[in-house]
């Protein structure tokens, strides 16, 4: 399966300040990247959609000038959450999807953001 | 709307089994995941269905019946280090995954 790493591993920001989270695949080639959200005790929520060369796509709600989500290259995809706030706070997990028969979904190791 | 239903908490004692069901309604089917998450890690692949049946790996196994639209992961032989949270997950027609809550299970000694 694919390898994908996240950088940081976790993260404490003042309000205020912004925050650029990495996700890197490092053995497979991602056009497609997911950037996914999850509160303690509840499970993923799905953020956006990261397409290699060309805007993401946002999920309802989740505002595309906080979340600013860049796919540079088919191995790098990068959040950054400007102006955090501290009920920003929360897990950040990027993934990417193979699409073979198995359509499995291997995620990075996620970020821990912690806004004070 | 899709949604995906599976219980919030589960118990049950080491070396014994347990399963876990996971109902759905959802937009088209391509597949059905199981998934592992211990607590601050990120989910771990477990499993995927995508026809009916029985798939066995281990000491996991699971199970898919699309006109009932459900699912079970069975656990046996449990280990302490079986305590974790148990998400299920299914594609839809758009190839979008659509989670459910998780199942949080405690493996008692």
């Known amino acids: 399966g694919a390898v994908v790493s996240q950088h940081p591993s976790w993260v404490i920001c003042k309000s205020g300040t912004s925050v650029k989270i990495e996700c890197r695949s490092l053995?497979?080639?991602?056009?497609?990247m997911f950037w996914y959200r999850q509160f303690p005790k509840q499970s993923l929520m799905l953020m956006a959609t990261?397409?290699?060369?060309?805007?993401?796509?946002?999920e309802q709600g989740v505002e595309k000038d906080k979340f600013l989500i860049n796919h540079a290259s088919l191995t790098l995809s990068t959040l950054t959450v400007t102006s955090a706030h501290p009920e920003d706070s929360s897990f950040y997990i990027c993934?990417?999807?193979?699409?073979?028969?198995?359509?499995?979904?291997?995620f990075g190791p996620g970020t821990r953001l912690t806004v004070t | 709307g899709q949604n995906i239903d599976q219980p919030t908490e589960m118990t049950a004692t080491e070396g014994a089994i347990v399963q876990i069901n996971c109902t759905y309604q959802?937009?088209?089917?391509?597949?059905l995941f199981w998934y592992q998450q211990h607590a601050g890690e990120a989910p771990t692949f477990l499993s995927y269905?995508?026809l009916d049946g029985l798939e066995e790996k281990g000491r996991f196994s699971s199970f898919l019946s699309r006109s009932k639209g459900y699912s079970y992961l069975l656990l046996k032989e449990l280990q302490m280090k079986d305590s974790a949270s148990y998400l299920c997950?299914?594609?839809?027609?758009?190839?979008?995954?659509?989670w459910g809550a998780g199942t949080k299970l405690i493996i008692k000694p």
């Open positions: 993934s990417v999807h193979n699409r073979a028969p198995s359509s499995e979904q291997y």
């Open positions: 053995d497979f080639q991602a056009t497609t």
């Open positions: 990261s397409n290699e060369g060309s805007k993401a796509t946002y």
């Open positions: 959802t937009s088209g089917f391509n597949g």
């Open positions: 269905n995508v």
């Open positions: 997950a299914v594609l839809d027609s758009n190839y979008q995954l659509i």
